[in-house]
C-alpha cells in the first residue's frame, strides 16, 4: 500500500514538473534571452561602426561582419525516483535517537536546463561588398532618411558631394537650405524631374534621302537604381493668420529663397508667374540683376513691400537633380548647363569624405579638445543643433591648409567668421554681417563656416575612458571612443549607420531550418 502511495506521488510530481515546463519555461526564455541577444547585437553592431570609421581614417580596409540568424533553443530535463525498502518499519524502543526499524521510504529528483544557441555569422565579401559600399546614395533614400526626421544639415553635408554647378558654392548654399528648413519654411520630396524623362522626338536624316525617321533620344538612369531622379525643395506659403511680428521672418526667409533662386539660376525648369506684369512692374524677373536687388530691398528693412506680391513672383521649389539634362532639353528651357545639380557619395565614399584630410566633417580630437569643442556657447543647444563649430585653433593641423600665397587672406577671413560666430544672437548657418559684403567674400565665409562644422567627435586618448561611452573601439595601442553625454555625435553616428546599411542587398544565403525544442 505504501509502495503505491510512493508511486503515484512520483507520478503526481513529474507530470507537474513538466507542465510548469511547458508551461513557464518558453517564455521566460524569451524573456531572458530575446533582450540579452538583442542588446549585445546592437553593441557589437556599434562598435563595428566605430572600427570602420576609424580603419577609414588610418587609411585600412574596411571589413564587415553580419550576425544573419540566431537560433536559440532551451531545453529542461528532470527526473524523480521513489521507492520503498525495509517492509514492516516500526520506531525502536532500545535507541535514545529516534530510530526507525523496518520499512523506509525515499524520493529523491533532479533537473537540468540548457540553452544551445546557434548563431550565424555572414562575412560581407565580393559582390555584396562592393554593391553595398560604392552604390551612391539615391534621391528615393535621401527623402526617406527626411520623412524620418533626420535634419537636412548632416544629411546633405554627410552625403552630397556637390549641390551646386560650382563646387565653392556648396555651402553657401547648404547654409541657406539649413536656416529655412531650421525656421520651419522647407519641405524636402523625391520626385522624377520632368527635363531629365524623355524629351519627345529627336529627328535623324535618313542615309540615302528620303523621309525622316523620329528615334526617342536616350534617357539616363537614376542614381542608385532609385525611382526618383531628383530631391526638390518646397518653399512653404505663408500662412495667413499669423500675427504682424511673424512678417519679419517671413522677409528673412524670402530673402534666403532669393539667394538660392539667385544660386540656382539657368538650372531650373521655365517659370511663369500669374501676374507677370505686376512683377515687371515691381522688377522682379527671376535674373540675377532683379534677384541680387530684391535681396538688397528685402535685408534693408524699408517699409511698403508687399511680402504676399513678392512671393508670388517666385518660383515654389527648386529641383537638384542627379542625372544630367539632355543637350536638347538644356536649349528649349535656355539652362545654362545640362549637368546634374546634386551628386551623391556611396557608403564608402561618406566614410572616406568625412574622415579624410583636408576638410573632415568627423573630428578626431583629444579629450583636452573636446572639452573646449563643448564648452563653447554656441555648441551648447544639444537639442536643436545637429553639428559642432569649432574655432580654427581647434582643427587638426592639416584640416583646412592654406594655398601658398593666400595666407593673408585666409587670415583675415577667419577673423571676419570667428567674430561672427563668437556674437551671441547669430545664425549657426548663414554667415551674413552687416553692412554690404562682396559676393566672392558672402561665398567664402559661408564655406568656411560650413568647414568648421563637425558631426561626429571622437576622443582619442591613451587610457580607457574612465565614464561609460556610448560606444569605443580599441586599436594599435589606442582608445577611440564617443562619450556617453554626446547625443549631437551619437544622432550623427546613428545616421551613418543608416548609410552604411540601406545600400545592402539581400542575403543570397537561405535561412538556417532547426527544430528546436523549447521548455523540456
Request: with cysteine.
Amino acid at each position: 500500500m505504501l509502495c503505491k502511495r510512493v508511486c503515484k506521488l512520483a507520478s503526481v510530481i513529474g507530470a507537474f514538473g513538466v507542465l510548469a515546463g511547458c508551461q513557464y519555461v518558453g517564455p521566460v526564455a524569451i524573456d531572458q534571452g530575446r533582450n540579452r541577444y538583442n542588446n549585445i547585437i546592437q553593441s557589437t553592431s556599434k562598435e563595428q561602426t566605430l572600427a570602420n570609421i576609424v580603419r577609414v581614417y588610418d587609411h585600412e580596409p574596411i571589413a564587415f561582419m553580419d550576425v544573419t540568424e540566431v537560433d536559440a533553443s532551451q531545453t529542461l530535463t528532470g527526473s524523480i525516483t521513489g521507492g520503498a525498502a525495509s517492509m514492516g518499519a516500526h520506531p525502536n524502543p532500545k535507541t535514545t535517537a529516534g530510530t526507525y526499524s523496518g520499512q523506509v521510504n525515499n524520493l529523491s529528483a533532479s533537473g537540468q536546463y540548457s540553452e544551445s544557441p546557434t548563431i550565424r555569422y555572414q562575412p560581407l565579401l565580393g559582390q555584396a561588398l562592393v554593391a553595398q559600399m560604392v552604390t551612391p546614395v539615391n534621391a528615393d533614400s535621401l527623402g526617406l532618411l527626411y520623412d524620418s526626421s533626420w535634419k537636412v544639415t548632416p544629411l546633405l553635408d554627410l552625403s552630397a558631394s556637390y549641390l551646386t554647378l560650382d563646387y565653392g558654392e556648396f555651402y553657401i548654399a547648404l547654409n541657406i537650405i539649413s536656416e529655412l528648413y531650421t525656421d520651419g519654411a522647407l519641405e524636402f520630396v523625391a520626385a522624377k524631374s520632368e527635363l531629365t524623362g524623355s524629351a519627345g522626338a529627336a529627328k535623324e536624316e535618313p542615309s540615302g534621302g528620303g523621309t525622316p525617321k523620329t528615334t526617342a533620344p536616350p534617357v539616363a538612369k537614376p542614381v542608385g537604381n532609385s525611382a526618383n531622379d531628383a530631391l526638390d525643395i518646397y518653399l512653404q506659403p505663408f500662412h495667413p493668420h499669423e500675427p504682424r511680428a511673424e512678417r519679419a521672418e517671413y522677409r528673412r526667409q524670402l530673402q534666403l529663397w532669393i539667394r538660392l533662386l539667385w544660386l540656382y539660376y539657368g538650372t531650373q525648369p521655365k517659370f511663369i508667374p500669374t501676374n507677370a506684369g505686376r512683377c515687371e512692374q515691381i522688377g522682379l524677373r527671376i535674373a540675377p540683376a532683379d534677384l541680387r536687388a530684391w535681396d538688397l530691398n528685402l535685408g534693408s528693412r524699408s517699409r511698403g513691400i508687399n511680402l504676399d506680391e513678392v512671393r508670388n513672383c517666385l518660383p515654389n521649389f527648386i529641383e537638384l537633380r542627379t542625372i544630367p539634362v539632355s543637350p536638347s532639353v538644356a536649349r528649349s528651357n535656355s539652362l545654362v548647363s545640362g549637368a546634374p545639380l546634386m551628386r551623391t557619395y556611396s557608403a564608402l565614399g561618406i566614410l572616406k569624405n568625412a574622415t579624410e584630410r583636408p576638410h573632415p566633417k568627423i573630428g578626431f580630437v583629444s579629450a583636452d579638445i573636446y572639452a573646449r569643442i563643448r564648452e563653447q556657447p554656441w555648441n551648447q543647444d544639444v537639442d536643436n543643433l545637429s553639428f559642432y563649430t569649432l574655432l580654427p585653433q581647434h582643427e587638426g593641423p592639416l584640416d583646412n591648409p592654406i594655398a601658398p600665397g593666400h595666407e593673408q587672406e585666409d587670415a583675415r577671413l577667419d577673423e571676419a567668421v570667428i567674430s561672427w560666430i563668437e556674437q551671441p544672437g547669430h545664425s549657426p548657418y548663414v554667415y551674413d554681417p552687416p553692412g554690404r559684403i562682396s559676393e566672392a567674400d558672402f561665398i567664402k565665409g559661408n564655406r568656411r563656416l560650413g568647414l568648421l562644422r563637425r558631426y561626429i567627435l571622437i576622443v582619442v586618448d591613451d587610457g580607457p575612458p574612465a565614464v561609460p561611452p556610448y560606444v569605443s573601439y580599441f586599436d594599435q595601442g589606442k582608445w577611440y571612443y564617443i562619450a556617453g553625454d554626446d547625443e549631437i555625435s551619437q544622432k550623427n553616428f546613428d545616421l551613418v549607420s543608416l548609410f552604411l546599411t540601406m545600400m545592402a542587398i539581400p542575403s543570397a544565403l537561405p535561412p538556417l531550418a532547426p527544430v528546436i525544442n523549447v521548455g523540456g
